[in-house]
């Protein structure tokens, strides 16, 4: 995570809102200016280019080592590539929230269980399946060619973070206070959402119709989660969120190796 220095709430700009994005969801080191919700709420609602940053060099990767490999072999780097340059941060999401779902606690209990350093048992189990379906899609369509290996990849990783901007809609109120879940919750218009959603997809359809659908199918999927963690837990956290993106993205691959 890039340094970050406070600066008083406003307006911000572009620049502000990805830099807040960069310097807390990859680990570029990004000098993060503007700590404060106006600045998140713009990172959560930009956080797509990040995908698309972190998608196009893992789909790059995974298309090297495909063409010299085959298709297994250019899904695992994809996916491998993908959390190194996020420090596995949604993955880890995945598994506590998995933890917390499973648990079958009050909300407070849940909570509790999800901030543990360990991983039980429901998190290893999802957190295996959820891999192992990602790298079996991606090596569908590397298989296919290098080329549509990479697209997937890219696409899956932008339409994770559209999902986002949906678990930080101004109805959804946070879990906890603190955390990054606290800072961004509830900044983000619903128009914003959906602008970004259909941008995302309309841009993926460009490439490959296919591909525009499994991005809706992957933002619905997210939001099926979304729905069940806000009655479950009273809102989001950071583990929440980054559950969001990997469900997302993981559905974007199945439904894009299914159509």
Known sequence: MGEQQARPEGRPGAGAGLRFAFGTLTVLRVRVHRWDRAAGGAAMVLAPLVGLVVGALAGAAGALVAWRGGGLLGGVAVVAVGALLTRGLHLDGVADVADGLGSGKPAE?????????????????????????????????????????????????????????????????????????????ATVRPPAAVAVTLLVAGAA????????????????????LLRRCVRR???????????????AATTVLVATALL
Do not use: H, N, Y
């Open 109 to 185: 209990d849940a909570l509790r269980i999800m901030k543990q350093s360990d991983i039980g048992p429901f998190g290893v189990l999802t957190l295996v399946l959820l891999m192992l379906a990602q790298v079996a899609a991606l090596a569908g369509e590397f298989d296919v060619s290098p080329g549509r290996g990479a697209l997937a990849a890219a696409v899956a990783a932008t339409a994770g973070r559209a999902a986002l901007a949906w678990g930080c809609l101004r109805s959804v109120p946070a879990a906890r206070p603190g955390g990054l879940g606290a800072m961004v919750a």
């Open 205 to 224: 359809a460009a490439a490959r119709w296919q591909a525009g659908v499994a991005v809706l199918m992957g933002v619905l999927a997210a939001g099926v």
């Open 233 to 247: 837990f009273g809102g989001v956290t950071g583990d929440v969120l980054g559950a969001l993106v990997e469900t």
